[in-house]
C-alpha cells in the first residue's frame, strides 16, 4: 500500500513535515536548549544492573538501526514514510541490563520535560533514540542531538533532547500527562486526553 492510499489513525491528517519546537510550536521552555555533541553525555540508569554515561562518540558505537515509520501529532496531523536512524532501545537494554524489577521507564530531557512508557512499548524495531531524519542530522527543534521515536504513540510521547532513560518499577506521569493528556497515548484508539 503506498504512503498516499494508506489508512492514517483516527481524526489525523497527512503533511509533508515535522512541526519544529522553538519555530512552529513553543516549547515548555521559552527556548531550546543548546547542546553540544562534545559535552552531551547520554545517562541510562535506575534498576539497571549495569548503569552507563554515553559521550556522543559511545552513543554512536552502539547498535544503529534505520526504520522508516509515521509521526503522529496529538494536534491532528500525521507525516508519513519519515526514516529515522538511531538505536533500538532494546540494543540499550541489553547494555545495561534492567532488573526483573524494571517495568517502565521515564525518559528526562534537557529542557526538563519528561514522559515515560512500560518496557513492552518500547521493545518494536521501530522504537529507536534517533539523531537522523532522512539521512540529515536532527535540528534543534526536531531534538538535537537525540530524540525518542514511539511510531504508535503521539509525539508527545517522543520526547526531544533526550539526556537521561532512567529504567524504574512503575511508569511515571511525565510533562504533558500531568497536564490531562493520556497516558497511553495510542494513535489508533485516539486516545488524545484523559475521560
Known amino acids: 500500500m503506498t504512503s498516499k492510499n494508506r489508512k492514517l489513525p483516527p481524526d489525523q491528517t497527512a503533511t509533508d513535515r515535522i512541526l519544529r519546537w522553538g519555530t512552529d510550536h513553543l516549547g515548555i521552555t521559552s527556548t531550546n536548549p543548546q547542546l553540544k555533541l562534545e559535552s552531551y553525555t547520554l545517562t541510562v540508569d535506575g534498576e539497571v544492573e549495569n548503569p552507563v554515561k554515553l ?6 558505537k552502539l547498535p544503529q538501526t534505520v526504520s522508516v515509520s509515521d509521526f503522529h501529532c496529538v ?58 531524519l532522512k539521512g540529515e542530522a536532527l535540528d534543534e527543534g ?19 533532547w533526550v539526556v537521561h532513560l ?11 500527562e500531568r497536564r490531562g493528556y493520556s497516558d497511553s497515548a495510542n494513535v489508533w484508539k485516539n486516545d488524545r486526553f484523559n475521560r
Open 75 to 132: 494536534e491532528g496531523w500525521s507525516v508519513l514514510d519519515c526514516k529515522w536512524e538511531g538505536v533500538c532501545i532494546r540494543d540499550i537494554e541489553k547494555l545495561v541490563k534492567p532488573k526483573d524489577v524494571a517495568k517502565a521507564a521515564t525518559f528526562e530531557c534537557a529542557d526538563n520535560y519528561t514522559t515515560s512508557l512500560f518496557r513492552e512499548e518500547l521493545a518494536g524495531d521501530d522504537v529507536l533514540l534517533a539523531y537522523k
Open 166 to 176: 532512567r529504567f524504574t518499577r512503575g511508569k511515571e506521569l511525565g510533562f504533558w
Open 142 to 160: 526536531l531534538g538535537f542531538p537525540v530524540r525518542l521515536i514511539v511510531p504508535s504513540k503521539y509525539a508527545y510521547k517522543s520526547a526531544l
Open 55 to 60: 559521550g556522543w562518540n559511545g552513543f554512536l
